[in-house]
């Protein structure tokens, strides 16, 4: 009888075992993986195991059959890991904006060291037992620490407005009455605003037919000034009973001090449109980090988790070993605050960040702080280049970039440039130690330091400080 290999559901790796969608199997978990799924290998072949934990035997079933590894769920745990607890949030297995919750948090700290281990054993030639790699930085208290939301809306079929989270790999939308990562005041902002979106019968976005209004809607806080900016996403500009939505939320949230709206008009699932509408109170809200403050513009890149900000800023001032006379570039700056943060123990600081906006605050910032700095719109690979071209060279250079890591030219001209040190605060550790292996091989760099910090509690998501030497 004749197969037809498009019907197939089994897959075989490069070991040569076949793994069947459905297949059944007992699995020891070995490790985290980076999106914070159990890491386990049925002879040989990787399957990543969401919901299981280091330590753990289970027996796995594919839910997904792949060539090189394969995704399966938990039938039944056999042998539970000490640091299996119960997730305290009503909606975590719905919602999948943390993966995280029924660990033990100490344990979720070292899962997110061995992550970044993982990179940088996988990507970079530095032998395992030399990486200087600290223990992760976390929280004394891990929850309701996001200072920023976006929630997506959908009218229900009762009329109601949800709003929240996507489902994991799906468009099915996830309400949050409440979230246990997000400052209370933002739910709090959230909740009221349904309600007032509902109640004006403003009509709310559809996705599948591109109409209607609100789209998304956006929260911030200072957590220092507990000032609060809030933003309407809209597909056009023409805002529905507009001056009646500015009245209610003036008058039921008058801890707002902030209402924008920003116009997407596209069919996108970027969040912010370029065309932003200042409809009430200020245009930026005030943050304050340790003696600093900052102005915060609703499309400007701010670290989400203050208090862990701190602690991530300090780690790459000891990093930088500034002594008040170096030249200090700021890559991918946002609104100028760890190059301000590090910016009283350098001579000069130049930045850059390709959000008009933010390069507006960064500036207002660091006159306002008596910084003498120099910040331009535009990438980081356009503007560095230019500067060394006119003669200015940066004693140290500190990039914080992307998910997706420092662009290809950034990286050649930081290579021309040759500072004594790199200070290098990433949020992705794959990008992270492929850049460094880049560094080390094509301009003599050698890893001083790797510090992780848990910037998002419960999530396996882990930020981290490397800092780089020119050999």
Sequence with gaps: MKTNNKQKTSSRSSQG????????????????????EGVGYYKRHVVFVKGALPGEEVVAEVTKAGRSFSEAKIKKIRKRSNDRVKAPCPIYEECGGCQLQHMNYEATLEGKKDIVRQAFVRYTNVPESTLPLKNTIGMDNPWY???????????????????????????????????????????????IVKQLLGDLQIPIYNEKTHSGD???????????????????????????????????????????????????????????????????????????????????????????????????YNEAKKAAHL????????????????????????????????????????????KKHGIAAVYEVGPA??????????????????????????????????????????????????????????????????IQSIQPVDMFPWTAQVESVTELILK
Aim: aromatic residues 6%; hydrophobic residues 35%.
């Design 17 to 36: 075992v076949s793994v069947v969608k459905g297949q059944k199997f007992p699995l020891t978990i070995k490790r985290i993986g980076i999106n914070g």
């Design 145 to 191: 620490y996001r200072n920023k939301s976006q929630l997506q809306t959908r009218k229900q079929k009762d009329g109601r407005v949800a709003a929240g989270l996507y489902r994991e790999n799906s468009h099915d939308l996830i309400d949050l009455s409440a979230c246990m990562v997000q400052h209370k005041q933002l739910n709090r902002v959230a909740q």
């Design 214 to 312: 609100i789209r998304t809607i956006v929260t911030r806080i200072g957590f220092e000034t507990k000032q609060i900016q809030l933003v309407f996403i809209t597909r056009t500009e023409a805002l529905p009973k507009k001056e009646l939505l500015i009245k209610q939320v003036r008058e039921k949230l008058p801890e707002v001090t902030s209402v924008m709206q920003n116009v997407n008009h596209e069919k996108t699932s970027l969040i912010f449109g370029e065309k932003m509408v200042h409809l009430y109170g200020e245009k930026t809200i005030h943050e304050r980090l340790g003696e600093y403050s900052f102005d915060l513009s609703a499309r400007a890149f701010f670290q989400l988790n203050p208090s862990q900000t701190v602690k991530l």
């Design 323 to 366: 002594t008040g006379k170096e030249k200090l570039v700021d890559a991918y700056c946002g609104v100028g605050t760890i190059g301000q943060w590090l910016g009283d123990q350098a001579e000069e600081v130049r930045g850059m960040d390709i959000t008009e906006e933010a390069i507006e605050n960064a500036r207002s910032n660091a």
């Design 381 to 446: 690979e356009k503007w560095l280049p230019l500067w060394l071209k006119q003669g200015f060279k940066p004693d140290v250079i500190l990039v914080d970039p992307p998910r997706s890591g420092c662009d290809r030219q950034l990286l050649k001209s930081m290579l021309k440039a040759k500072p004594k040190r790199i200070v290098y605060v990433s949020c992705n550790p794959s990008t992270l130690a492929k850049d460094v292996q880049h560094l080390i091989e094509a301009g003599g760099y050698a």
